[in-house]
């Protein structure tokens, strides 16, 4: 079995600064952020960004200056989300693409989301998929219910494999409105990814209090990591991140005592077909 591809996924567009100082806002929070958790043991960066008041933007000026920031002082996979906020428009998520992300997250369908809806147009989620394959970007196929993955399944028979030829799917696992973030849930999953091209790989990330139950039951199935204050801002019962290197280490601890140490930045390129 493979080593652990471990994700960092900072800042996402729920938390606010307020709320959560931690959160790494600023580009040089986020760039500071990245640096560190490369050097623990993260391979890929999941970028969401925030705007002057720390509220959540996909303003393209800000994304280009970002990925150029990362780019400049990391080895990161740079995978900028275009989920974004619930409330972004389409056109603007579509838009995140072309500050040229080595790698972009698409979301497979619609899913409550709190008190929200996050919205996925089947029709949006082609024209994600085959404007990364025109544009040389690997996506990363976000899964918040087990039926999006037979959507995917559909996606890839009637539109094609992504750019470079791997599948990669995140299991997102415990939002109010998907799937719960438990080991029954996630081999549910496990056994749809099955179905899927051959040599797919996922990754899962547990929101909340369901972190370290989908982290373990992610790394016994062969699954991959993903971890963050995008997902989880509470460490342990009445105690609160202190920050996202906390969690990175802690997956990696997990990683080694699976036998499966993090995988480097080169090693996670080779993996999911991301150019060197
Ligand atoms: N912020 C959520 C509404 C993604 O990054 O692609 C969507 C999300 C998924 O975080
Ligand atoms: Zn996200």
Known sequence: MTGTLITVAPTGAESSKADVPALPVTIDELVATAKECEALGAAIIHVHIRDDAAEPTLDQGRLRDTVAALRQSTDLIIQLSSGGAVTDPESDRLAVLDARPEMASCTMGTVNFGDGVFMNRAGFIVDLHTRMQERGIVPEYEIFD????????????????????????????????GMPGTAEALVACHRAIRDLPEGTTFSATGIGRSTIAVMLASL???????????????????????????????????????????LSTAEARALLGVPA
């Not at 037979?150 to 992504?162: E, F």
């Open 220 to 262: 016994s199935a062969g699954g991959h990591l993903r971890v963050g204050m995008e997902d989880t801002i509470t460490y342990a019962r009445g105690q609160a991140v202190e920050s996202n290197m906390q969690l990175v280490a802690r997956a990696v601890g997990f990683a080694q005592l699976a036998q499966r140490p993090p």
């Open 146 to 177: 087990l039926g999006q993955l037979t959507s995917l399944q559909r996606l890839l028979d009637k539109h094609g494999l992504p750019f470079g030829g791997h599948v990669h799917v995140d299991l997102v696992m415990g939002v109010p409105g």
